[in-house]
């Protein structure tokens, strides 16, 4: 089995309502909850279990 991983940041708040407060009708925009936002540094993909351990 394996997980998607990456590693991120969390947004300020302040950023999190301005991107929440953006036209949600905006086309090839999938919005997702503010709660959920993050800044992503790295995406490793799928990455099998025994590797997860060693990252």
């Known amino acids: ?5 990456f590693v ?6 302040s950023t999190r309502q301005l991107l ?3 036209d949600p ?3 090839g925009v999938r ?3 503010p709660e959920q ?3 992503t540094l790295g995406f490793f993909g799928d990455v099998p279990d025994n ?3 060693k990252l």
């Open 37 to 39: 936002m993050h800044l």
């Open 51 to 53: 590797v997860e351990l």
């Open 20 to 22: 929440a407060d953006l």
């Open 8 to 13: 991120a940041i969390d947004l300020p708040d």
């Open 25 to 27: 009708h905006i086309r």
């Open 31 to 33: 919005w997702t909850e």
């Open 1 to 5: 089995m394996s997980k998607r991983l």
